[in-house]
């Protein structure tokens, strides 16, 4: 069968579709792919920069939907049903996962969307919810809105009462901001800091939604209200900052991490539970993924550079 594989650790350079064996007879749960997201996990593991090690050869993609081929008895899965899957190698024709990251999807979702909904979608819900405390009538202020997570974390926020500011960088991620449904969108070259204060009426947000990183870590710190939370959900624009905690203790606040995947692998009540929630908001209209470009299979390794480059929108979604 078919895989997006990682030959040698080079980025994109070294990423292609090679002829793999399937999944093997005792695997718990087997789905049949139609399509596989590309998160920028898969970028790091494609130049071993990841947290996770993997040494090449191996199949790249942490996300996928299809329908399952086989399945245990006690899985609460039936062949043929519609599923989003969660674990490594999932850019493949055919893929097995642990029965609890194999997930139903609604009929409102194309197997493109579905391909977006665990990873960005349990994060961001995990992110605001869990690690960042949020509850209706909160504000939260959401760097990098118009990503895969960005987008996620406007949605999830709507689906739970909470009031969104989006900071996107062009006019077409303003777009793709409002149409993922955030309340208010500003721009970083006209003063965002500033822009918060002027929607909060001066008084700040509850919490910060961080997966860029960068230099912004001082004016979201400013920008947060009493008691309010930094979350940390990663890097995408490549550096780490540092944080002067002397700062933390002029308005209570907090900076907090938010590691979904790490967090769930022992507790698979947490993912029946968050998605439980996102297909009531799926049912509701609140939750659809944006998905900001469908390539063929083969055009793996140009998705990855479409997302190293900053060039995409939403989630990537690989096509099989």
Known sequence: MRALQV???TG??????LEIEPPSADAPVVVDVAAAGIAFPDLLLSRGEYQLKLQPPFTLGVEAAGRVARAPQDSGLEVGQRVAA?????????????????????DSMTDVQAAGLIMNYHTAHFALLRRGRLKAGDTVLIH???????????????????????????DEKEAVAHEAGADDVIRPEEGWPKQVKAL???????????????DRVLDSLRSLAEEGRLVVVGFTGGEIPSVPLNRLLLKNIEVVG?????????????????????????????????????????????ALRDLDARRATGKLVLEL
């Open 200 to 214: 909060t009426e001066g008084r700040g947000v509850d919490a910060v939604l961080d997966p860029v990183g960068g």
């Open 144 to 170: 990098g809105a118009a990503g895969g997570v960005g987008t996620a974390a406007i949605q999830v926020a709507r689906g739970a009462g909470v009031r969104t500011i989006a900071v996107v960088s062009s």
């Open 12 to 17: 994109p350079d070294g990423v292609g579709v």
């Open 86 to 106: 969660f674990g490594l190698g999932m850019a493949a024709e055919q893929v097995a996962a642990a029965p609890e990251m194999v997930l139903p999807v609604p």
């Open 258 to 302: 938010a590691a979904w995947g790490a967090f769930v692998g022992t507790r698979p009540e947490l993912t029946r539970a968050i998605h439980a929630d996102l297909l009531e908001w799926a049912a509701a209209g609140i939750v659809a993924p944006v998905v900001g470009a469908a390539y063929p299979l083969a055009d793996g390794a140009q």
């Open 7 to 9: 030959t040698a650790l």
